[in-house]
């Protein structure tokens, strides 16, 4: 029964289904990446060692305290809350209507922000201190220094954390259908106003979220290994192909 | 003879614990100088604060004339003029071992790279790690790394190296390795400043030896005279206990 019901869901109504999905996938994607960015720059500020002229320490200070209450504020509150105040707030306060969709990317872009703020200040300390010595040694300055030498190795360390927040943001744009964002959930449910079929028209909303979840992953795994390079180097100068690598390091 | 560091009055405290104390010491063109004492007793400190990895509590710091301790000086580029290897090798993880050699040029020397990596051949031959260029830190053995350091610091070409315990952290059998590197530069006329554990390669290879003990300069002389002849009573009971 509810199978047949989910063929003829499908077929009447594929186009609002993938369009749904589509603008899901459109807000995670820049939102992700808009994040990453907010992230990278929060994250980097936050790991500056405090300068010795007291002029710039107070502002470094300054800064510091105004990305921790960013961070914290939208760490700590829900982001289906946030959707409400921050589209309905726009309007009140300075009588902008915003597109939900863009209302949506920033919404996602800045919770984003948030989170992958700390993931980097994680990844930056957890660069090993004699990384950043022998980079000043060689007579970096500390912007050389992040970018040549921690910022890549961070860069690839939070990659995982990178697509998991990725992952989370293609389910929890479910939530900006407050805002009348016609994402996959929005779209999913005046399909099944007209019809009075939930779980049929759902069952396929949940399929495609798992298929646009796992697709992510999957891509992610493939630019990790890329990324990681041969696990065996060759030799110049010697036909063989060494294949030794250190016993701790293998897997 | 010219000096290619000068150091005066130099002290250094971590909080209330003075770690230097009102250090002399120069170095001077082609000299190989070795820094023996026990632990903790500031040698480390010392070559740290003379790349001012660490800032010195006071005293004076003077290359080529100048007190680098002055604040309108580019202390970048004075660390370009001194080749630093660390007891953890601290190769850059996203690098192979030619671009470990080549980013520095070309970062902060600007050279272009392909004179970069022709300087990066040329002392990873000198480390006999050319046939490595490909592979990355983590596939390298500890001897192997210390060399692709050695060469990265060469590559930069300084006025004077300074070595902090390079192979403390290495297994017996790769000790051998790095010393013989290190044994063909100090022939070479290279300046170098060594702290090292490793007293019979001291004795060896040192014009002169500096021995330290809580925090400041004990006694220096030639190796003849420090081992053979120590004239401070702290001298001898150190070399005693090391040297069985
Ligand atoms: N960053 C630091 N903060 C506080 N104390 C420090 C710091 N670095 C070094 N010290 C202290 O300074 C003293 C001298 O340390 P240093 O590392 O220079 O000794 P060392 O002669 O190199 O010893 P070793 O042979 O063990 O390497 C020690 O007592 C150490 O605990
Ligand atoms: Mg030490």
Redesign the interface.
Same mark, same amino acid.
């Given at each position: 029964m509810s199978f047949e019901w989910i063929v003829s869901i499908v077929s009447d109504n594929w186009p609002m289904f993938l369009r749904g999905a589509g603008i899901t996938l459109l807000i995670s994607i820049i939102g992700t990446i808009i994040g990453s960015v907010i992230g990278l720059l929060a994250g980097v500020i936050r790991t500056i060692p405090a300068p010795e002229r007291t002029v710039k320490r107070i502002i470094l200070k300054v800064v510091n305290i105004i990305l921790s209450i960013y961070i914290e504020f939208f760490r700590g509150t829900p982001m289906i809350v946030q959707a409400m105040v921050i589209y309905y707030g726009s309007m009140l306060a300075f009588n902008i209507d915003m597109n939900p969709i863009m209302a949506a990317v920033f919404i996602v872009s800045i919770n984003t922000g948030a989170y992958m703020a700390e993931i980097v200040r994680g990844g930056v300390i957890s660069i090993?201190k /004699?990384?950043f @010595?022998?980079?000043?040694?060689? /007579?970096? =300055?500390h912007i050389?220094t992040m970018l040549?030498?921690v910022l890549?190795?961070v860069i #690839?360390n939070i990659l995982p954390a990178t697509g998991n927040q990725f992952i989370i943001n293609i389910k929890d744009t479910s939530v900006l259908n407050v805002i009348s964002v016609s994402e996959l959930f929005f779209q999913t449910k005046s399909i099944a106003g007209n019809n009075f079929r939930y779980f049929e028209s759902f069952f396929v909303a949940c399929v495609l979220y798992f298929v646009m979840t796992y697709a992510v992953t999957l891509i992610l795994r493939y630019f990790e290994r890329k990324l990681d390079?041969p696990e =065996?180097?060759?030799?110049? /100068?010697?036909p063989a192909q060494v294949t030794?690598? #250190?016993e701790t @390091?293998a897997h | 003879m010219e000096k290619v560091i000068d150091i005066q009055h130099l002290s250094k405290s971590f909080g209330a614990h003075e770690v230097l104390k009102d250090i002399d010491f120069s170095v001077n063109k082609g000299e190989v100088v070795c820094i023996i004492g026990s632990s903790g007793s500031g040698k480390s400190t010392l070559l740290r604060c003379i790349n001012l990895l660490e800032k010195p509590s006071g005293g004076q710091i003077i290359y080529n004339g100048e007190n680098i301790l002055d604040d309108k000086h580019d202390i970048h580029k004075y660390r370009t003029k001194l080749g630093m290897v660390f007891q953890q090798f601290n190769l850059f993880n996203n690098h192979n071992v030619l671009s470990n050699c080549g980013v520095g040029q070309v970062k902060v020397l600007k050279r272009s790279k392909e004179e970069a990596e022709k300087i990066a051949m040329k002392y990873l031959k000198v480390v006999g790690m050319d046939q490595y260029v490909n592979a990355k830190a983590k596939q390298l053995s500890g001897g192997q790394k210390q060399r692709v350091a050695i060469a990265r610091a060469l590559s930069m070409e300084p006025d004077v190296m300074l070595f902090d315990e390079p192979t403390s952290a290495l297994d017996p059998e790769m000790v051998g390795e790095v010393l013989k590197v290190m044994k063909e530069l100090a022939e070479s006329g290279l300046t170098m400043l060594i702290v090292t554990h490793e007293m019979e390669f001291a004795k060896e290879v040192s014009d002169r030896i500096v021995f330290m003990d809580k925090g400041v300069i004990a006694e220096e002389g030639s190796p003849e005279q420090i081992f053979n002849n120590p004239r401070q009573e702290r001298t001898k009971e150190f070399l005693k206990r090391t040297i069985k």
């Open positions: 090993d /004699g990384q @010595e022998a980079a000043q040694a060689i /007579g970096m =300055n050389q040549h030498v890549p190795q #690839r390079g =065996n180097y060759s030799m110049i /100068g010697q030794k690598t #250190r @390091e | -």
